[in-house]
């Protein structure tokens, strides 16, 4: 016996033991290698057909049996020997040849080739060579010949007889096949070796066809020539008909062998309960064991330890000396919350943003201790939410920055003198500006009146203020033309103006001054941009002519009013006719008092004539 480890680490103990073997028993007998079961395993241990008997040490005689217990198990077979067969043509292929016979070879009649008694002929079924014998096939069903024989009506003859060199003191088997050609009277065989009876007589059913078999174990002693015969004691006329088939005489050998089983206990993987975590946590699984030979894990893996990375089913085949165990478990990866508060933000005072972090089914804890699903932001700070669903937590922070407005002021509405302009500025460090008009400066200047706005941009706030400008102009006053004032006559002075003062020589503070006598009249108007002056001289005189002067006319070529002069009957001794603009600039002159101003050279503005409105003194007439 010798112990030995085979791959994988099955250990197999072969124990040899010696065959026994007894004169031409030369054939060998093995039940195979020593083996290791894997505890709770069976094992089927077969010695082999074509054995004459089986016994084992269990005590069953069948070719196989299948044990599952750790033991010692041996099997002791009887076969023939493998010097071969003694007998010549036993199985009858050559026909009648190799044997001898106190019977005749059949010769005809009215039955067939087997009509007489004491006959034989080699055929593949009775039926072939008597009428009334029946059909079947040889011994082995193969279509092969046998000897089919009509019986003697002398007990005691030899139908089949051979003789034959054996080994002495060797064990030899004899046996015969018998089946029944015609059932009314079967045969009844005796076999002898040298004339002596060995076993006890073979009787052949009642029943055609079906074979029988002869078989006894005979030990040649001295004898190294034997004469082995088959003779029918059965002696009836009608009927004793059979057939024999696959005779033997053949060396017979007992063989012994044992093979030790050994029970090997299976590994005993734990891989631990089901396992349920967040995502995102590390799950090792260990299938170490002490011993192992070979892990082999669901997914090919074969190191003693895995890690799982998904939701599923793991398992572990764990293999110790040819033995597998395996285990698995459950892993489940829950699923973290989402929580995303958004980007970090920079917001203007006054902005409010709501947080919301809702996840259905979680539970929530802000930075302040609060738990709602929302969270307002008003001011700078730094936000955070821890969310949890069912054990599983994620967080988020986010960072808020808030800027005032930028507080912008283009002052209070105002006005500005017509000379003067207004200059202002609402720069400041990293703003930007935009105007009403789409100017982008800080700094403007105004010079006429609007209504004007800005809105200023600071870290993306904006603020915003307007102006309501107004344009006061300068004082004006034009008291026009020196003139000539009849006798008896008075005449009004107008400095009239919007938002002035007045002061006349005269020291009169109205915006008219009533005069009935010349001389020159002087006057300052004032407002909060200035003054100015102007004055006229008043000339008197005796006025017998009286003159008209119409206050309008229309040069419109319809022959009509066509022009414009002072109408009088006096005569003249001095005539001058101007006319002047209101701003004092002369815009046509005559000495004719018979010619009249079409109104050319004055400044016109929109009749067909040129003129809708003009402005004159009455000329001097002497």
């Not at 344009?471 to 938002?499: H, K, N, Q």
Request: hydrophobic letters at 35%.
């Amino acid at each position: 016996m010798y112990l030995n480890r085979i791959p994988f680490l099955l250990l197999l103990l072969v124990v040899m033991h010696p065959t026994t073997l007894r004169g031409q028993c030369t054939d060998t007998f093995s039940l195979g290698s020593d083996t290791t079961l894997c505890a709770g395993n069976t094992i089927q241990l077969a010695a082999g057909a074509g054995y004459q008997s089986y016994l084992w040490s269990t005590g069953s005689t069948s070719p196989s049996i299948t044990v599952g217990t750790a033991d010692t198990y041996s099997c002791t077979v009887t076969a023939f020997g493998t010097s071969g067969e003694l007998v010549v043509n036993g199985n009858f292929s050559q026909g009648a040849t190799g044997f001898t016979s106190d019977y005749v070879p059949g010769y005809g009649g009215t039955y067939g080739l087997l009509s007489g008694s004491a006959t034989y002929a080699t055929t593949t079924s009775p039926s072939f060579v008597h009428n009334n014998f029946y059909f079947f096939n040889d011994h082995t069903g193969g279509g092969g010949n046998m000897l089919v024989v009509n019986g003697a009506e002398v007990p005691g003859q030899n139908v089949w007889c051979q003789t034959l060199s054996v080994t002495p003191n060797t064990n030899y088997a004899f046996s015969a096949w018998l089946a029944t050609a015609y059932p009314e009277s079967p045969a009844q065989l005796v076999f002898t070796i040298n004339g002596n009876t060995i076993g006890t007589p073979l009787n052949a059913p009642f029943a055609t066809g079906q074979w029988l078999n002869f078989y006894i174990i005979w030990n040649s002693g001295a004898n190294t020539s034997v004469t082995i015969c088959i003779s029918n004691q059965n002696s009836a006329n009608s009927g004793n008909d059979f057939a024999l088939d696959d005779i033997s005489f053949a060396p017979f050998c007992t063989y012994t062998d044992d093979i030790t089983i050994t029970v090997q206990d299976h590994p005993q993987p734990d891989l631990g309960a089901d396992v349920e975590v967040c995502e995102g946590t590390a799950v090792v699984l260990n299938a170490t064991w002490p011993g192992a030979d070979d892990y082999t894990w669901q997914d090919g893996a074969s190191t003693p330890s895995v890690q799982a990375a998904t939701s599923g089913t793991y398992w572990v085949d764990i293999t110790e000396n040819g033995c597998t165990a395996r285990d698995s478990v459950e892993v489940t990866f829950a699923p973290l919350p989402q929580v995303d508060l958004g980007p970090d933000l920079e917001q203007c005072a006054g902005d409010v943003t709501l947080l919301d972090a809702f996840v259905a089914g979680a539970t929530y804890a802000w930075q302040d201790g609060s738990t709602d699903a929302t969270y307002q932001v008003t001011q700078t700070t730094d936000v955070s939410v821890t969310v949890d669903l069912n054990g599983c937590t994620a967080s988020d922070l986010v960072s808020f920055q808030y800027y005032p407005l930028p507080v912008v002021d283009l002052g209070p509405d105002t006005t500005i003198c017509a000379d003067t302009v207004l200059q202002v500025s609402v720069t400041r460090p990293g703003g930007s500006y935009l105007w009403e008009s789409g100017l982008t400066t800080g700094d403007r200047t105004f010079d006429q009146p609007g209504l004007y706005h800005v809105t200023v941009t600071v870290n993306g706030c904006s603020g915003s203020d307007s102006l309501d400008l107004g344009r006061i102009p300068l004082p004006y006053v034009d008291l026009g033309p020196d003139f000539l004032l009849c006798e008896g006559l008075s005449a009004e002075l107008d400095a009239t103006g919007g938002g002035l003062t007045y002061l006349w020589s005269s020291a009169d503070t109205t915006a008219t001054l009533m005069i009935t006598e010349e001389g020159t009249y002087g006057i300052m108007v004032a407002n909060q941009c200035g003054t100015m002056e102007d004055s006229v001289k008043v000339e008197q005189d005796r006025c017998d002519c009286p003159v008209f002067v119409p206050n309008a006319f229309t040069p419109d070529g319809d022959g009509t009013n066509e022009g414009f002069r002072p109408h009088f009957d006096c005569d003249t001794d001095l005539y001058v006719f101007r006319v002047f603009d209101r701003w004092g600039g002369q815009v046509w002159v005559s000495e004719d008092p018979a010619e009249s101003w079409d109104g050319g050279g004055f400044e016109a503005d929109g009749t067909a004539t040129g003129i809708t409105r003009g402005h004159w003194r009455s000329g001097r007439v002497r």
